[in-house]
C-alpha cells in the first residue's frame, strides 16, 4: 500500500511553467469553442437562465432539473477523446467537451454559457498542519493519519495564506483571450471555496472517531479548534475581500450543493463593482457528522457556521447530510434559500419544513445510474413520488456525487430524460 501525503503543505493551481498552449492544441481549441458559441447562442439558453432566475426568487415553476455526472464524466470523455497535448490546453479541452455535451445531449436545465472562466494563479498554505494519507490505488478508499493528536498542539495551527502569482495570471489571461479571441468571452474567476463548512477540514486534522469522542472527552479543546477554523475562514473571507479577489456568483455559477446562482437579488443595491461576500450566496454543510445528535451538532459545529453565513446575501445549507432532525436549527440561517434534502433525508419531512419560503434541492441516489441497464420504471416512480410530495415547494432535482455510470455513458442523459418528463408534468 502507497503512504502518500495527498494533503500537501500548498494548494496550488496551474503552475507557471505551463502556461503554454501549442498551435495545433490551440486549433482544436478554436474549434471547440466555435462549436459551445453556436449551441450557447440559442434562445433555449436564455430560458433555461430565465427558469433558474424565477425558481431562485421562490417563484413557482416547473421543477428544475441538473445532473452533474462528475467521476462519470471519465466514462462520458474519455482520455482518447482528447487531442490536445500540452496540460493546460487538455483541461481547456476537457471543459468545453462537457458544456458540449451538455448542450447537445443531456437534456437539464443547465445553463451552457459562450463564457471561459480563468482561475487565478496562487498557492494556498494549510493549517500548519496536514494528514497523511495512505491508498492502494489513486482512486477509491483510503485511510488517513490525523497530525492534531493532542489538543496540546493548537498552537501550532495558523490560518492558511493565499499568495497570488498577479503576473502569471495577466500571463494566463492574455493566453486564454487570444486563444478564444471572438469566440468565447474570458473571465477571471476564481471559485475560492466550494464549502465554507469547515467539519471536513476539522475531521482531516482530529481524525474521525477522535472527533466524536472529543465531544464528551475533551469538549473545550474541540471548541477551541473549530473558534480556530471559524477565525481561519473569516480571515481568508478578509482576505480576499480586501484584495479584490472575488467574483459574483449570481450568474451560470454552480452554489451550494446544487442549482445555479442566478438572482436579481445580488449584487447588493449598494455595489460599485468591488465584490464582497454580502453580494454573494454562501454556503455550509456538515456531512462529517451525520452521525451527531442535533443537540451536539448545535453546540459543537452550527454556532461557528453561523458568523460566516450571517456574510452573505443568499445561504445555501446542507450536501449529503440529512436536515430533518437539525431543521430547527438551521432555519436559523439568515437569508437562507437553497436547501438540500439528501437521499437519506425524510422528503415528506423536508417538504413541510420548506414549504414555498426555501428552495427544496432534492439529490436522489446516484446508485441508480450506477448500472449498466438503469431501472427506468423504478427512477420514474421514484422522482414522481417526490415531486407529488413536494407541490407547494420550490423543487430543484439535482443528480450528483456520481462515482461512476457503470461504463454507460447514455445514464446520464437518460436519467435526465426522465426526470424532465416528470417535471413537465407537475
Request: proline letters at 5%; hydrophobic letters at 40%; one cysteine or more.
Amino acid at each position: 500500500m502507497a503512504d502518500q501525503t495527498v494533503a500537501s503543505l500548498f494548494t496550488q493551481s496551474i503552475p507557471r511553467e505551463e502556461i503554454l498552449v501549442s498551435a495545433v492544441d490551440r486549433d482544436v481549441l478554436r474549434s471547440l469553442a466555435g462549436e459551445l458559441a453556436e449551441l450557447a447562442n440559442r434562445d433555449i439558453e436564455q430560458d433555461k437562465a430565465d427558469l433558474w432566475r424565477r425558481h431562485n426568487a421562490l417563484e413557482p415553476t416547473r421543477p428544475v432539473v441538473f445532473c452533474d455526472p462528475e467521476n462519470g464524466w471519465n466514462e462520458i470523455i474519455t482520455p482518447d477523446q482528447i487531442q490536445c497535448e500540452g496540460s493546460l490546453a487538455r483541461s481547456w479541452e476537457t471543459h468545453l467537451r462537457k458544456e458540449i455535451y451538455w448542450a447537445d445531449s443531456m437534456g437539464d436545465d443547465k445553463v451552457v454559457d459562450p463564457v471561459l472562466r480563468v482561475r487565478h494563479v496562487y498557492t494556498e498554505s494549510d493549517w500548519g498542519m496536514h494528514e497523511r494519507v495512505s491508498r492502494s490505488e489513486a482512486q477509491g478508499s483510503y485511510r488517513w493519519e490525523a497530525p492534531l493528536v493532542n489538543y496540546d498542539l493548537l498552537d501550532r495551527l495558523h490560518f492558511p495564506t493565499i499568495d497570488v502569482d498577479r503576473e502569471a495570471t495577466e500571463q494566463l489571461m492574455l493566453l486564454a483571450g487570444e486563444t478564444f479571441a471572438d469566440l468565447l468571452t474570458v473571465e477571471l474567476n476564481t471559485q475560492w471555496w466550494w464549502t465554507l463548512g469547515m467539519t471536513w477540514t476539522l475531521i482531516n486534522l482530529r481524525g474521525f472517531t477522535q472527533f466524536m469522542l472529543d465531544m464528551y472527552d475533551h469538549p473545550a479543546g474541540l471548541h477551541r479548534l473549530m473558534e480556530i477554523l471559524r477565525d481561519g475562514h473569516v480571515s481568508k473571507l478578509d482576505f480576499l475581500e480586501d484584495n479584490d479577489l472575488l467574483s459574483l456568483n449570481n450568474d451560470n455559477t454552480y452554489v451550494g450543493s446544487g442549482g445555479f446562482g442566478f438572482t436579481d437579488e445580488l449584487p447588493q443595491t449598494d455595489f460599485t463593482g468591488r465584490v464582497r461576500t454580502t453580494d454573494m450566496w454562501g454556503f455550509c454543510e456538515s456531512q462529517e457528522t451525520v452521525g451527531v445528535s442535533p443537540d451536539m451538532f448545535e453546540e459543537f459545529v452550527f454556532p461557528y457556521q453561523l458568523p460566516i453565513l450571517e456574510r452573505f446575501g443568499l445561504n445555501c445549507y446542507g450536501c449529503c447530510e440529512p436536515l430533518d432532525k437539525r431543521w430547527h436549527v438551521v432555519k436559523r440561517i439568515p437569508r437562507l434559500r437553497r436547501v438540500s434534502v439528501s437521499p437519506w433525508a425524510d422528503v415528506e419531512a423536508m417538504a413541510e419544513n420548506l414549504g414555498g419560503d426555501y428552495i427544496y434541492s432534492f439529490k436522489p441516489s446516484p446508485a441508480d445510474l450506477a448500472r449498466p441497464n438503469i431501472d427506468a420504471d423504478r427512477i420514474r416512480a421514484e422522482l414522481r413520488r417526490a415531486m407529488d410530495i413536494t407541490r407547494g415547494c420550490r423543487l430543484e432535482v439535482i443528480m450528483k456525487d456520481n462515482h461512476t455510470l457503470a461504463n454507460t455513458p447514455s445514464n446520464a442523459a437518460r436519467w435526465c430524460q426522465i426526470a424532465r418528463e416528470e417535471a413537465e408534468k407537475t
